[in-house]
């Protein structure tokens, strides 16, 4: 009993940092309705600018994840602008085939840079906090507030703002959003920026936990896909539920199954709800 | 290398056939392939199934996986099946990786048969497997050109210009999209079993997603809607690639794993060019139009 508790907490926890990864996929998806597969070397590349201000310029985790939402962020306005903007009007499809092939090339960049070895964050060793048979180490509890803190600006910024309304408009109706004078390019610059740098925080928090290497963000691709679809594509209260969902399932599988199939387990629950629920959980709502 | 080539142009045949033809996207092509390749070996080495029955087996499993992604789905937008074959490839290789009493995990499979292998020398069984990959090629390209010229090609570029309208003029429109993917898939299943006969080794990282680019490349570059724009295209990847590996050779001071990593920016950054400057390839389709008899 206290061993599936034991993995309902740890699912709780890794649910909740790709629920981050998750919203920055789905939200894309939401406002520029294609799937934007460099989610997965933006991770990384949030996850290595993260390494560098953490164990370069000494920044403590906390810090860390900033520089990482800022490098991500900014790489994925400027990547969008130059590779995927320009071949968007030959639709989704194009671009989601121009956006594997731009998340090899990123890839290829951070290994050019920092070769294939396994590298860890530098952070001060603590001990496992324990309590009714349960454990939880001191970096799973600090990874799962900034991962809440990050969601909490998130919804904040998009219920209140009036940016944050006018992303939520071009996702609902472009052309009406179009007619009450929003500027969908700017929004669109916005959500790439959010969005990426979202995925940038996603891929330090898992680094955090483990080790990064260039692979880093096309590791977990498979869960935040199964997130985003589980939940409902393009929906961001769907991503997290989603994202929560993936991460117990994938925990409880241990029950049963080798630790490599976590991430299979997304793809099974990905045909699952494709077969019952088309539109995932929460449907297609973007907010 | 032909062999090669051989092989990248029995994949582009099977991407254009739904990408091309009916403008449904599979990203997980490498998954497929592995798919193909761990049947047949299996197969021939652990069941002693003779190789022409192997490759029949792997083609019809790896059908069997495109109809239930197809079918999954056939209803949604085409982005989902962008995802979920992406995801198949990557289940190919976890599964591959892991299931170390079928698959012999990231060893690999070696010792796969081949025809007449040891038999002959070994110039003679690269010439020998360089024949039976042509006549497959061929025999791909023919059919699939006879299908492009065909009243169901019609049915599928229509659907892949506009599904309702298609359904409109009442085609089944999933039914054609999910024998579309179920043809195609086998086809890439053939190409992965015969690289596992022809090399005689197979092994997870041999499936990497890269490989998946270089297809997409090669039929992009070739061509897309158009079967000789897929083949030549192949050979113009395996070109590029072979001549990469010769400039990169050159390039001083960088360390092996630098040397690879330019390698593989340049072929997805010649992907990105050429979906932006040249979309329509080397050898733009010809939608074919044919005397209608009797008229006129």
Redesign the interface.
Known sequence: MTEVAQLLVNGLVAGTILAVPAIGFTAIYAVLRFPNFTVASHATIGAFAGYVANTAAGFPAGAAVGVAFLVAGVSGVITDEVVLKPLRPSGALTAAIAAVALTIALENVIRFIWGNDLRGYDLPLRRDWQGAGLRIGPQQVENLVIAVVAMGALFLFLAFTRTGKAMRAVADNPTLAGIKGINAEMVARLVNFVGMGLAGIGGMLLGLDTSIDPLTGFRVILSVFAAAVVGGLGSIPGAVVGALAIGVAEELSLLSLAPAYRTAVGFVAILLVLTVRPRGILGERAF | MATFAGLYALLALGLNLV?GMT?M?N?GLVGFYAFGAYVSALLTKKAGWPMPAGLLAAMLLTAGAGV?MAL??A??????L???T???S??VR??A??EIWLTNGSDGISGIPGPWRGQVSPATFNLIFLVIVSAAVLVVFAALQRVRHSPYGRVLRAIRDDDQVAAVAGKPVIAFKVEAFAVSAAVLGLAGALYGHYTSYIAPEGFV??I??YI??AL?AGGTGNNVGAVVGAFLVVFFLESTRFLTGGLPGL?P??V???R??L???S??VV??FR?YGLVPERIPRHATPGAG
Do not use: C, H, M
């Open positions: 990408w403008g996207i990203l239930l999954v789905t209803r949604l937008r085409g982005d989902y962008a995802i979920i992406l995801g198949f990557e289940v976890i599964v990786s892991n997603p890269l998946s680019i997409v490349l992009t360390k794993v630098q690879a990593a330019v593989e920016f072929i997805g950054a992907l990105i979906l932006r979309p």
